[in-house]
């Protein structure tokens, strides 16, 4: 069975497939980021200036041919995205199938193809201040990131983004959920839906 979990950038949509991967037995867990495009021909300068957050940054048949096959109970080969690169490494993930795949990412409700897979699709509400304020703090810590860079992308791309493509995505969701509440109220919610 495939859960989409759909939602802006801070919004929370990692943890929740965290958190219900941690309460279901068997689960495979796909992050939408792992699908970007690959990037080699460019330079490191011109990666960086890409829209990551457009639905054509993303490699969607690979994505919807590694869904299927998990569903279906073969492993996949998944693209493992270096974020300080802007590319994929040379060596994929192999993710094997399991009863539940959940696959997460901003635009997990806005691409039609994975919306007719998925049985379940989840939007994580969260307010766009508190998405900035958390993506300030992961993307300095984690991507190696200025706050400036940060907030220039938010500025360029993530917000805009998110209003022409993430949120009204929402209205494909089953279950809506807050991003800003205790994750175990988001995962007691998704469940009571699911099971």
Known sequence: MLIAIGGCSGAG???????????LSGCSVLALDSYYHAQEGLTLEDRALQN?????????????LHVRSLLTGSPAHVPVYLFDQHTRAVEPQIVEPQQFVLVEGILAL????????????????????????????????????????????YR?????????????????????????????HAVDEVLSYLL
């Open 52 to 64: 990551y957050d457009h639905p054509d940054s993303l490699d969607w048949p690979l994505l919807e």
């Open 156 to 184: 360029a791309s993530v917000h805009p983004m998110a209003l022409e493509y993430v949120l009204p995505s929402k209205a494909h969701a089953h279950v809506i959920v807050s991003g800003e509440r205790p994750i175990e």
């Open 13 to 23: 949509k990692t943890v929740l497939a965290r958190a219900i991967e941690a309460r």
């Open 110 to 153: 806005h691409h039609a193809g994975l919306r007719d897979l998925a049985r379940v699709r989840i939007f994580v509400e969260t307010a766009q201040q508190e998405c900035l304020r958390r993506r300030l703090e992961r993307d300095i810590r984690e991507r190696g990131r200025t706050q400036e860079s940060v907030i220039e992308q």
